[in-house]
């Protein structure tokens, strides 16, 4: 570990510079590397944003902010990306060549030569914020919209548990120095794709309860995913749909998968622990957030991951 | 209209504070009055909160840190309400003797001797943050909780254009202050009613799209609101679930009355203006939220309004 004085004296020393940001990318690595991109740039540097996957265009109002530029790097820097693996297949040949992680995830695998990492940051935005002040950079309006997309993209924008005191004073900041938060929210947080809304309706539309009330199952089966032409992002969060009923304890969801089989998300509130339940089936996960896969039908997956989920209710509460 | 330090120096001087909100209260007039009734209180001043609704339970954590107490008013404080018909019947009495107002509805009518009304504060809450710290009152765990709650609730979690850097500094300050800004977020935009999650969904189940997917028309029958046993409040933010698909510009959503009339409401984006499509039918409203009422069967009234917006979209976009 290095302070984070100490990562921004150094990159003032250092001049082509390239900023890997994690596979599958979402708004707080591409947030952390294109204000520390553009912020680099801002003094002269040779810099640019690497990453595996394509970096959707709803990011384009500062990705686009960024000077496109080819050249041999000569210093490596990683934002956001807790493990090698997360690099991706086209970054991997960097995985070992990484001077210095920027990072708030605890997990993180110590992979750089120098490590910054906050695990009480809510974001890695919210630890470049500081950076670009400690660095001298001023942060402008570029700046600013891509560090509040980070801040507000791995905070459910300011709902999740994760967010302090300095995640809202940066978010401020960020607004004074002219990010555009009500354009950013309504980007990231109230558009959804029809595909998205139609498979959400036929999912709700599968809902059962059991346990008088506490235990809420749906299910989404390949057919349904079919009719709605909803793809793989248009899925993110739908399990998290059934733990929101009032009462419920444990929300399942069944996903049917090519090979007979059927993944299973498991949320809990506090009273429950859906690692516990998820091992029987020799899945895992966190207390809150389990999974596990199940072979069998439809019927047979949900009844065995039900029995278990009300035994549980039953034995816990 | 006098300025918050005048409030602040007034409220010093006076007792038996009686503290009024509007009827149907929501986060902000409760929040709003119940931190400002514990901040009294902690001078040793006799101040009540009333509403001439009941108050919901799931504000309890900071409305019974309040003392319960029955006192001869001699000084009557609205907070959040814009209109003395917003009072409610109960509270109507009060219509003409309230001393001071304290609000950020622009549209405020001026009905109390004074008046201090911020129409660029996002919520109530975040003038009464900056009031309790002009009277000098530490604001503690109890005070911090009902002023969070006043300003997420009144942000949607702080995803709104209204919010400003203020609205996240008075954020910041008040986690810093003890409030428990996750539990209050889980709360308040985490929990749905078995009865909402089921409205959603039967209402979901009637979407149409109509001018290319840009016209997006949901409907809740009587018989829907019925079988799902949903309430008034169960309703609530029903009509913005159109607005949220991709490439929609006018959402509708036509709710059946007792009467045989449809209560229609029109959520459009900017490219149009909602009050002016449902003027046509003798409503009004904002140009991104206004609504009208439509007598006739649930088809006559959804082809009426349907086709008022496709004409609209066609002339406009």
């Keep these: 570990?290095?302070?984070?004085?100490a990562v921004a004296k150094t990159l003032l020393e250092k001049d082509?510079?390239?900023?890997?940001?994690?596979r599958s990318p979402d708004g707080d690595t591409i947030g952390s590397g294109y204000a520390l991109c553009i912020a680099l740039q801002r003094l002269g540097k040779a810099v640019r944003v690497e990453c595996s996957d394509t970096i959707p265009q709803k990011y384009a109002y500062f990705t686009e902010k960024?000077?496109?530029?080819?050249?041999d790097e000569k210093f490596i820097v990683s934002v956001d990306v807790a493990d090698t693996q997360l690099l991706g297949d086209r970054l991997s040949v960097y995985a070992d060549k990484i001077d210095i992680c920027i990072d708030h995830h605890g997990s993180n695998t110590h992979y750089a030569k120098d490590l910054?990492?906050?695990p009480g940051a809510a974001a890695t935005?919210?630890?470049?914020?500081?950076?670009?002040?400690?660095m001298g950079v001023e942060t402008d309006r570029d700046i600013a919209n891509a560090v509040f997309t980070g801040l507000s993209t791995d905070t459910g924008c300011f709902r999740y548990t994760n967010v302090t005191s300095e995640t809202h004073r940066t978010a401020a900041d960020m607004i004074d120095c002219g990010a555009e938060s009500g354009m950013i929210n309504r980007l990231m947080f109230e558009t959804k794709s029809r595909a998205r809304m139609d498979i959400e309706r036929r999912t709700l539309d599968t809902m059962e309860f059991f346990a008088g009330g506490r235990c809420a199952v749906v299910y989404t089966t390949l057919d349904m995913i079919k009719?709605?032409?909803?793809?793989?992002?248009?899925m993110e969060g739908i399990s998290s749909m059934t733990r929101q009923i009032e009462g419920v304890v444990a929300g399942v969801t069944l996903r049917e998968q090519e090979n007979g089989?059927?993944?299973?998300s498991v949320r809990t509130t506090d009273e429950l622990d859906a690692s516990v339940i998820c091992s029987e089936f020799g899945g895992g996960g966190h207390k809150a957030a389990a999974g596990c896969v199940i072979k069998g039908t439809l019927d047979e997956a949900k009844s065995a991951?039900?029995?278990?989920v009300c035994r549980a209710i039953e034995e816990n509460i």
Tied chains: 1, 2.
């Design 305 to 308: 991951i039900t029995g278990a």
């Design 1 to 5: 570990m290095i302070t984070l004085e």
């Design 227 to 234: 009719s709605a032409d909803a793809s793989d992002s248009d």
């Design 16 to 22: 082509n510079i390239l900023i890997l940001t994690h």
């Design 66 to 71: 960024a000077k496109r530029v080819e050249f």
């Design 125 to 134: 935005a919210q630890i470049i914020a500081r950076l670009i002040r400690l």
């Design 261 to 264: 089989r059927f993944k299973i």
């Design 116 to 118: 910054y990492v906050e």
